[in-house]
Structure formats: C-alpha cells, structure tokens
C-alpha cells in the first residue's frame, strides 16, 4: 500500500506570475496517480501525495514552485 502524505506548495519567489505555475502545478498533480487530493488556495497548494509523486512533480515544474514538506497544514477556513 502506498504512504500518502501531505505538502503544501508556494510559489518561487523569483517566480515572474507565482499564480500561473500553481495553477500548472495543480493541473499537473490532478493527472498523476499517486496524488490523491489537491487543493488550490489563493497563494499555496496542498497535496497529499506519495514522495515519489512530489519528486516528479518538483522535475517537471524544475524550480517554479516549491514543495515542503515541513510547512503546517492550516485547514480551509
């Protein structure tokens, strides 16, 4: 069985348009399978996934955002 976790995505402040790349971001983790929830906020995106996924999806968006898994989880208000 595959281990989900959660992680929040922000924006590479060096970034020029941080809204475009998590909006690409999301798009990209809804297509994968081991990613089984994403939400997109208005300056963040959360996701729990498998390591292997966010490691895919840090190849493909190479340095557009920033996924951490360190950061707290702050639930929808």
Do not use: C
């Amino acid at each position: 069985m595959k281990k989900f976790e959660q992680y929040v995505a922000i924006p590479n402040r060096k970034a020029p348009a941080p809204t475009m790349e998590l909006e690409e971001l999301a798009k990209e983790a809804k297509n994968s399978p081991d990613v089984k929830d994403v939400t997109l906020r208005k300056n963040t995106v959360t996701l729990l996934a498998t390591p292997d996924a966010v490691d895919n999806l840090r190849r493909k968006l190479a340095g557009k955002v920033i996924i951490d898994s360190d950061q707290p989880i702050h639930p929808l208000s």
